[in-house]
């Protein structure tokens, strides 16, 4: 019989750890994002901010990113060759500012995501992620009828989940801006909520931690921005309609790249 220390791989364990659903820090990512940035009742969105986090410098905005994620990690960096399938998926990410001890960040309120090894490393890095599919926009400019993206170009992405469209988002580019424009808090650090129950009836939950990721190798392409418009449909599991839309600030499109290497618990409620 093996012994526990034996076994291998980073979730879950096995004798060869090939079959893992998640491979080994560090992760790498490659993202391309089509943003909507708007106002609503920060009261709203204090609700979902457990002590000791608190609302960010700017309480009243949500960010919705519409993306699609390219990822290795590091004990398989030839996967794009092995199996292409398991180095991309589609996301949406709920994103709202927050800080803990007076340092300003963002969180997550919730993700949808295509891929499993997607939705397990989310449980792992605190990120609220369902299953659902997203749809953007995306420009090949080798196509004849289709333009490199610049100003006048209008992109879109939606998303879904379990037959339904939950929201969807829009931008008509009017200009080019630096990184570093991008608004508060979509270049603020991750404060994100690590939960997992436990399986005793009653018990208090086995994690429950406050949580920041380690970030290397930050990289950006171009980013575009112009207005945006973001409309949220009513489905019977979700809460994100809570987050209603009041005034939509602009949206943005831009791609990035990092290196997680690991994070740093900040809080434990247990």
């Not at 979730?11 to 750890?17: D, L, S």
């Not at 490659?30 to 969105?45: K, M, N, Q, W």
């Not at 608004?183 to 399986?199: A, E, Q």
């Not at 406050?210 to 171009?222: K, P, Q, Y």
């Amino acid at each position: 019989m093996a012994r526990m220390e034996e076994m291998k791989g980073f979730a879950y364990p096995t004798p060869t750890g090939r079959s893992s659903v998640v491979g080994d820090l560090p992760w790498h990512f490659g993202t391309e994002h089509l943003s909507v940035v708007y106002r609503t009742d920060p009261a709203v969105i204090k609700s979902f901010l457990p002590e000791p986090l608190e609302p960010g410098e700017s309480p009243d905005i949500v960010i919705v990113d519409f993306g699609k994620w390219y990822s290795l990690w590091d004990n398989q960096l030839d996967m794009s060759y092995v199996n292409p399938e398991r180095t991309w998926y589609q996301e949406t990410v709920i994103w709202v500012g927050s800080s803990y001890k007076g340092n300003q960040g963002k969180t997550c309120i919730q993700s949808w995501v295509n891929k499993d090894f997607s939705i397990a490393r989310g449980m792992f890095m605190g990120f609220n992620k369902k299953f659902g599919n997203t749809y953007k926009t995306k420009c090949i400019p080798e196509n004849p009828q289709m333009s490199e993206i610049g100003v006048g170009s209008k992109l879109k992405g939606w998303t879904c989940s379990h037959g339904e469209r939950l929201m969807e988002g829009t931008l008509e580019v009017k200009e080019k801006i630096n990184y570093t424009d991008l608004p508060d808090p979509m270049n603020k650090p991750l404060y994100n909520i690590r939960y997992f129950p436990s399986i005793v009836k009653g018990a208090a939950p086995s994690v429950c931690e406050l949580i920041t990721l380690h970030m290397e190798n930050a990289s950006n392409g171009d980013v575009w921005s112009g207005q945006g418009t973001i409309d949220m449909y009513p489905a019977d599991f979700e809460e994100y309609t809570l987050l209603e839309p009041e005034e939509v600030l602009g949206a943005y499109y831009y791609t990035n790249g990092c290196t997680i290497t690991g994070g740093k618990v900040l809080h434990s409620w247990v």
